[in-house]
Structures are given as structure tokens and as C-alpha cells.
Nanobody, 126 residues
Framework: VQLQASGGGLVQAGDSLRLSCAAS????????MGWFRQAPGKEREFVAG????????SYADSVKGRFTVSRDNAKNTVGLQMDSLKPEDTAVYYC????????????????????WGQGTLVTVSS
């Protein structure tokens, strides 16, 4: 499975940005999808995730109410709508895929994910 993330850029605090991730998987609906981020000098952290069927979503406390994850299984894509961006959201954002038999569950643990995209840089200026 190959994942291609896009949509990053330089924005000001309070602005919005939408990230997209395209997957090459033949059966995209077999995978939970997650967004992670890594800021300079920090560990990679979970941002948001969405279950195989798109029914269950999960967010890090730091982005709840500001970010929205979605997926389109017909188009093999997952998106992350980021609103009210803050300087502390600055990081490289990665999409990841976890092959799982569970239909409605999301994991926050990076090591559970089997495939990773190359990352897209989001920079939020104050």
C-alpha cells in the first residue's frame, strides 16, 4: 500500500487547511486510517483516526473541535480538515494505514499502523 499525503503549507494562526491522503490499496476499506504529526525535536503523535467504515472517529485532545477526519472509500482517500490552526500545530503530518479485521475501532498507537505516507509540512505562523 502506498500513501501520498498532500495539502500542507504555510498559514497564519486562525486559518484553515485541508490535508488529503490518497491510497493505492486495492481494498481501502480493509484499513483504519490515521493522521499523525511530528514537530521538530518531538515524538510522532496521534492526531486523528477513522475506522474502516468511516463510522468511528477519534481525535487527540489538542485538536478536538478544530480538526475533522473523513474518508471516501470509493475514491481511496482520507482527509483532515484543520480549522482554527495554532502555531503549536506546526509539524510534518503523516497519514497511515492499519490493516485490521475490526470494522469500527481506531487505534492511536503508531506501531499498530502498517503503512505510512511521506509526510506533508504544515507551518502555522503567529
Amino acid at each position: 500500500v502506498q500513501l501520498q499525503a498532500s495539502g500542507g503549507g504555510l498559514v497564519q494562526a486562525g486559518d484553515s487547511l485541508r490535508l488529503s491522503c490518497a491510497a493505492s490499496a486495492r481494498t481501502f476499506s480493509d484499513y483504519n486510517m490515521g493522521w499523525f504529526r511530528q514537530a521538530p525535536g518531538k515524538e510522532r503523535e496521534f492526531v486523528a483516526g477513522i475506522s474502516r467504515n468511516g463510522v468511528v472517529t477519534s481525535y487527540a485532545d489538542s485538536v478536538k473541535g478544530r480538526f475533522t477526519v473523513s474518508r471516501d472509500n470509493a475514491k481511496n482517500t482520507v482527509g483532515l480538515q484543520m480549522d482554527s490552526l495554532k502555531p503549536e500545530d506546526t509539524a510534518v503530518y503523516y497519514c497511515a494505514a492499519e490493516r485490521t479485521r475490526f470494522i469500527a475501532a481506531v487505534t492511536h498507537t503508531p506501531s499498530n499502523y502498517d503503512y505510512w505516507g511521506q509526510g506533508t509540512l504544515v507551518t502555522v505562523s503567529s
